[in-house]
């Protein structure tokens, strides 16, 4: 499956946006966290998963999804969401904690969640397999449009519930497709001294679906095995599990030293990184010219940046809401 040039330009869109708003965010996270580091400090306090170099899975599923679709992301959200179509403005207010946000500042980074686009997350690994595959029943049951998604890191893939979800999905057929980011590490721990195969989409065989692999962060190559996957979920012949070979370019958390990752490591990942990288192919296919290229990636940063200053206007929820939408 190829895509068309305007989804090109989508999911370049997409990685560029989602680029741009985590190195904002790296920056305003950092601010009164020095000289040492103290992540309860400054405008966005707790911890910050960035996922920097993993744009392409987002953007080469969510090229095939519609706001009927579902999708449970990770503890490293913020890409999906992008492509996803999560409201911008929303999503950073409640990454800043503000009343403006998708859930009045309550959640946070880790706990993003859209009823408009059947998006949501959580900081559990493992934790968005059964609501994904209690989506995907209840669309069943129901004759209700829409298939869903459930993205995961390769360290999820060793929890319980990941055999659990895809014993389920596979028994009932069910329109689901289970996205394993693989980027090698969770948290400090590579995947090779913690996982006993070295490739998760052949686990898929075990539950009776297919497995796709999707090698070098390719985003055509996550487009074109989510589009096939996808494609099966519609037409009622169930789920599917796709692994891609992705990167961390940035630690697990804001502030992780990260010195468990082997020399030059980062180097090389960085050299790797995939928004140069498909920025370059567009180029070179006449797809895409600088002059093109400037407007597209001058849109996105002031996307971003109109987002960031609807955020940091917005007023925090007032001491007495602390108690709205508890029961006891």
Request: hydrophobic share 45%.
């Amino acid at each position: 499956m190829q895509p068309t040039r305007e989804q090109r330009l989508w999911m370049y869109r997409q990685m560029v946006t989602s680029r741009h708003l985590e190195e904002r965010i790296e920056t305003l996270y950092m601010e009164g966290k020095t000289p040492v580091f103290n992540m309860a400090k400054g405008p966005i306090p707790g911890e910050m998963h960035l996922s920097n170099g993993q744009e392409p899975c987002a953007a080469g599923v969510c090229a095939h999804l519609t706001a009927d679709d579902v999708v449970t992301a990770t503890h490293r959200p913020h890409h999906i969401a992008v492509a996803k179509g999560v409201d911008l403005d929303a999503m950073v207010a409640e990454i800043f904690g503000k009343a403006t946000g998708l859930a009045g500042g309550r959640g946070g980074h880790m706990h993003l969640f859209d009823e408009r686009v059947n998006f949501s997350c959580s900081g559990i690994i493992g934790e968005g397999l059964g609501p994904a595959v209690g989506a995907a029943l209840s669309r069943k049951m129901q004759g209700k449009p829409g298939v869903a998604v459930a993205f995961l890191g390769e360290g999820a893939a060793n929890q319980g519930a990941f055999h659990e979800a895809l014993n389920l999905a596979a028994v009932w057929q069910l329109p689901v497709v289970f996205v394993i980011e693989d980027n090698a590490w969770g948290i400090s721990v590579a995947k090779q001294a913690s996982t006993a195969v070295p490739r998760n989409d052949r686990r898929a065989a075990a539950y009776g679906m297919p497995g796709h692999h999707v090698a070098d962060n390719d985003v055509e190559g996550v487009f074109a095995a989510a589009g096939e996957a996808i494609a099966r979920a519609r037409e009622g012949q169930g789920p599917s599990l796709i692994e891609i070979e992705t990167a961390r370019l940035a630690g697990h958390f804001m502030g992780d030293g990260e010195d468990y990752r082997p020399e030059g490591e980062k180097d090389g990942l960085k050299a790797r990184d995939p928004i140069p990288r498909y920025r370059a192919a567009l180029l070179e296919a006449g797809l895409l010219d600088e002059a093109g290229d400037a407007s597209l990636v001058a849109e996105a940063r002031e996307r971003v940046e109109a987002a960031i200053r609807f955020a940091q206007d917005s007023e925090f929820l007032p001491p007495e809401a602390a108690l709205d939408t508890v029961f006891v």
